[in-house]
């Protein structure tokens, strides 16, 4: 028997690790006060970055100047990871990315020697010239520090540990403004905010860092340096631990259930980095069926004796039905779309497997639900969200007005146990749901950021599942609904064109009748 050790539950998604840090003497912080233990503290880091950020070159010598020495590097990854609390962090990298980011006025020097060559005569050679100048003038001088942090003995896991912390102080509101973050693209989900705080705010100087780590990253973390591996239950128990402590879709209870999900008619799959070999980044769980699944209880909790032998015939249908992002500094870079597609070829042994879907989740539905029920209770006249005669049944169960009781069941887990309520709102359930993932939108793109995900990836709006996830995140967080996203291999390149150039969303018959249902009763 293997023993995956103590505690399988699930906690935050598996950090990367970084020396520890040395413990702090006891006395003041950095903090809103400024107190004269923090000034030192201030000071000591600007002369750490004057000293550990190399100076920017001019262009001509660009290629010429040689590389800081290793040990200035290694001093600011040490002070980095020295610094206990996230408000002091956030303070360095503010620092940072204020006094040593994009000299503006060469900016506009090299801009306006662009714009001069381009209303004159010129060879072409000289403009390019000009247009290389105005490129190396809009790099970040600190873009250099990180490029030779990268270079050292685990400096690429540091740097992705420093983006995580850069985007959980963006969350905490330590620091913020357009100039902090980047644009978030199509299937890119957004970081929520966490509350405010009142630590150090860092002006907007910082504007590109995440922006420029994001670029780094997904430029070293390419396909091309991605290792491929699968899972099995004789794989090392540090990385069956890591898969377990990481699942972020549905959390891992004991090693039986671990094992279940390595084992027949299972596969997980994860791709590791060159720079950390063996090391779990994102996480791909696979079910082998004969038919596209409408419930996760059927896959996770289905018990399969240990010495089932698959049976190839048998095996027709691939459901994705969890992918986890295991290093947070990671968001963002195009890690999910290549690993479902890596897995799609893999698969390709079994000769009858021909239907790909995934049975996903759906964030963010009952706090989407909870919030118009809420609006609608302040309304008076007829609902909009549900028909008369749903109204009146749903009425007699809960003993009141419509919207004001379900939005206190639906607050719950408790509904599921009347069975006759839960068969009264299957019906409104499922219309609104489907408006939630088909007409909600940000930006022109679906709101549901893992609808959004597989719709850029070209997969279709397949089917929307009642009581498909009965565990209390399932009833609590999507009113126990998940929907199948359908990846026809031949179509899913015209699919995800047509979603990211025109917002074309794909779906099913079902689905758009569902839809075509809500836009019945409803203004919205």
């Known amino acids: 028997m293997r023993v995956l050790g103590p505690g399988l539950t699930v906690r935050r998604l598996l950090r990367v690790r970084l020396p520890p840090r040395p413990p702090r003497p006891p006395g003041p912080r950095l903090s809103s006060g400024r107190p004269a233990a923090a000034g030192a503290l201030e000071r000591a880091m600007d002369e750490l970055l004057h000293r550990a950020v190399p100076a920017m070159p001019a262009y001509e010598l660009r290629e010429k100047t040689p590389a800081p020495a290793e040990n200035q590097c290694a001093d600011f990854v040490s002070f980095y990871c020295s610094l206990g609390e996230t408000a002091e962090r956030a303070e ?270 759906i964030p963010g539905f009952t706090k989407w639900l909870l919030g118009l029920l809420k609006s609608k209770a302040k309304e008076h006249g007829r609902s909009e969200l549900f028909t008369d005669s749903e109204c009146k049944e749903i009425s007699e169960i809960t003993g009141g007005p419509v919207h004001e009781t379900l939005k206190a069941f639906l607050s719950s887990s408790e509904w599921v146990k009347s069975e006759r309520l839960v068969r009264a709102l299957q019906a409104p359930l499922m219309r609104l749901c489907a408006w939630y993932l088909y007409g909600e939108k940000h930006r022109g793109y679906a709101l549901n950021p893992v609808a959004n995900f597989h719709l850029q990836n070209g997969a279709v709006m397949w089917r929307i599942n009642w009581m498909a996830d009965v565990s209390l995140r399932g009833i609590t967080g999507s009113c126990s609904l998940m929907v199948n996203y359908r990846y026809f291999l031949d179509q899913t390149a015209a699919n995800s064109t047509a979603y990211l150039g025109s917002k074309n969303i794909k779906a099913s018959e079902q689905v758009l009748s569902l839809v075509a249902q809500f836009q019945k009763n409803s203004k919205l």
């Open 92 to 361: 360095l990298l503010g620092r940072l990315a204020r006094g040593f980011g994009v000299d503006h006025g060469q900016v506009a020097e090299q801009s306006a020697g662009v714009l001069q060559l381009r209303q004159q005569p010129r060879e072409a050679a000289v403009l390019l010239q000009a247009e290389d100048r105005l490129r190396y003038a809009l790099v970040p001088r600190y873009r250099s520090l990180f490029h030779h942090i990268s270079k050292l003995d685990g400096g690429v896991r540091f740097l992705v540990q420093l983006r995580a912390d850069l985007l959980e102080a963006q969350a905490l509101k330590l620091v913020e403004g357009p100039h902090v973050r980047v644009r978030p693209r199509p299937g890119r989900p957004r970081t929520p905010g966490c509350g405010d705080s009142n630590g150090p705010h860092p002006p907007p100087c910082a504007q590109e860092m995440n922006g420029v780590l994001k670029n780094m990253l997904s430029e070293w973390f390419s396909s091309g340096f991605l290792k491929l591996e699968r899972v099995t239950w004789h794989s090392p128990c540090e990385v069956l631990q890591k898969i377990s402590e990481s699942e972020a879709v549905h959390p891992v209870k004991t090693w039986m259930d671990m094992k279940r999900r390595v084992g027949p008619y299972r596969r997980c799959y994860f791709f590791s980095h060159c720079s950390t070999p063996g090391e779990p980044l994102i996480v791909l769980h696979v079910a082998l069926t004969s038919e596209i699944s409408n419930s996760i209880q059927a896959i996770i909790v289905k018990e399969c004796p240990p010495s089932e032998t698959e049976e190839q015939n048998r095996i027709t249908t691939a459901i994705f039905y969890s992918i986890s992002l295991t290093q947070q500094g990671l968001q963002g870079v195009e890690l999910g779309t290549f690993l479902i597609k890596r897995v799609v070829k893999e698969l390709q042994e079994f000769p009858h497997l021909g239907t790909f879907s995934s049975l996903s989740p």
